[in-house]
């Protein structure tokens, strides 16, 4: 079991207001594994920890309990080009520098 997930996991669901129920659907799995991630009797697959973090919008070191900080916002980039990735983060950079 990994220490903070399973808490993590409960919060970040009650926050954004999704029952169990939602998750499994929204990320592919049935409820009652969403249960056992979150009473700490199941570990989830990297695919499905990847899946969780862009579903609430974390990073998967704070699932993981490895960062106390969830501010750091993650964006689902996929079917971009490599092009407009890099332009992306090039916004990114111009803005915290002002």
Known sequence: ?????????????????????AVSQKIGISPSIVSGYESGERTPSTEVLLSLAYLY?????YLLGKQNDNSQLVLDVSGLSDKQINAIKNIVEAIKEK
């Open 1 to 21: 079991m990994i220490k903070d997930l399973p808490n993590r996991l409960r919060e970040l669901r009650m926050k954004y207001g999704y029952s169990q129920k």
């Open 57 to 61: 919008g974390c990073s998967t070191d």
